[in-house]
């Protein structure tokens, strides 16, 4: 019995060492990873969730917390509504529950105006001051970000735009 446990650990080891002494040929460079496009479909949630995952990556900054992160479909899905309605709801319930300092609330998806409205009513029941230290990043056109900026600023949150 020890003798199958030294060769077990003995292997294990040897395993662990060869595959940390295997690079491949590279000298420590990361490998890169394809870049996702925004999606023509609004329905490609796939496609939306990895786009707008590698938008909130980018602007993570010193955010080392899980980001709270929503998609907020387009609202001429037949099943949309509801769903935003869903997704209004939890906005509402992180915005009224605050967010400790050092975390991320970013929202986005296929129409920009309606991921507006969603952070803009979201943040009218924010206590003055309640998300100093959370970063706030809305995904979307230019042309609704003063509005939504203007929104989330009396909170005291560190407002962040990207441009879909």
């Known amino acids: 019995m020890r003798k199958l446990l030294l060769i077990a650990a003995v292997a294990l080891l040897g395993t662990l060492g060869l595959s940390a002494c295997n690079n491949n040929g590279q000298s420590g460079a990361p490998a890169a990873q394809a870049q996702a496009t925004?999606?023509?479909?609004?329905n490609d949630?796939?496609?939306?969730?990895?786009?707008?995952?590698q938008i909130v990556e980018a602007n993570m900054g010193d955010i080392t917390n899980t980001p709270?992160?929503?998609f907020v479909p387009e609202s001429t899905?037949?099943?949309?509504n509801a769903t935003i309605g869903r997704v209004q709801s939890q906005i509402n319930d992180v915005v009224a529950a605050t967010v400790l300092p050092g975390n991320m609330v970013a929202a986005g998806g296929p129409s920009?105006?309606?991921?507006?409205?969603?952070l803009e009513n979201a943040f009218k029941q924010a206590?003055?001051?309640?998300?100093?230290?959370?970063?706030?990043?809305?995904?979307?056109d230019q042309a609704d970000?003063?509005?939504?900026?203007?929104?989330?600023?009396p909170s005291g949150a560190t407002f962040k735009f990207?441009?879909?």
Do not use: H, N, R
């Not at 949630?45 to 995952?53: D, E, F, N, T, V």
């Open 38 to 42: 925004k999606p023509a479909d609004a």
């Open 45 to 53: 949630i796939k496609g939306w969730q990895a786009y707008l995952s």
């Open 68 to 70: 709270y992160v929503y």
């Open 77 to 80: 899905d037949p099943a949309g």
């Open 112 to 118: 920009s105006a309606t991921t507006a409205e969603l």
């Open 127 to 140: 206590s003055p001051g309640s998300f100093k230290g959370v970063v706030v990043l809305f995904i979307g």
């Open 145 to 153: 970000e003063a509005a939504v900026k203007a929104a989330v600023e």
């Open 162 to 164: 990207a441009k879909m």
